[in-house]
């Protein structure tokens, strides 16, 4: 059992900044995740359990940086050049084993964190 709890959302302007994190009970490969009202829960980026391999979604690749310290066993999530359209709730999530991309790909997820981008 991995448990996972978020910090770091709130409201900013656009082109602002915001780090999330992520703190786990375990090290696993981890992914971001957001999900939009109405929308469906779309991938983010992820990092492997070491830390070399990274993933980004085309929409936020050069603007979101995934990182982990492995000794805090906490994962981030550094979005700069934020925009009206990265408004959702973020989610972190462990994968235990397979591919990455879908949320069906992670075994536990924390609570939600709420970024709010203003126009």
């Known amino acids: 059992q991995v448990q996972l709890v978020e910090s770091g959302g709130g409201l900013v302007q656009a082109g602002g900044s915001l780090r999330l994190s992520c703190a786990a009970s375990g090290r696993t490969f981890m992914g971001w995740f957001r999900q939009a009202p109405g929308k469906e829960r779309d991938f983010v980026a992820a990092?492997?359990?070491?830390?070399?391999?990274?993933y980004y979604a085309d929409s936020v690749k050069g603007r979101f940086t995934i990182s982990r310290d492995n000794a805090k066993n906490t994962v981030y999530l550094q979005m700069n050049s934020l925009k009206p359209e990265d408004t959702a709730v973020y989610y972190c999530?462990?994968?235990?084993?397979?591919?990455?991309?879908?949320?069906?790909?992670?075994?536990?997820w924390g609570q939600g964190t709420q970024v709010t981008v203003s126009s």
């Open positions: 990092i492997s359990s070491s830390g070399p391999s990274t």
């Open positions: 999530a462990a994968r235990i084993r397979g591919s990455y991309l879908l949320p069906d790909d992670y075994d536990y």
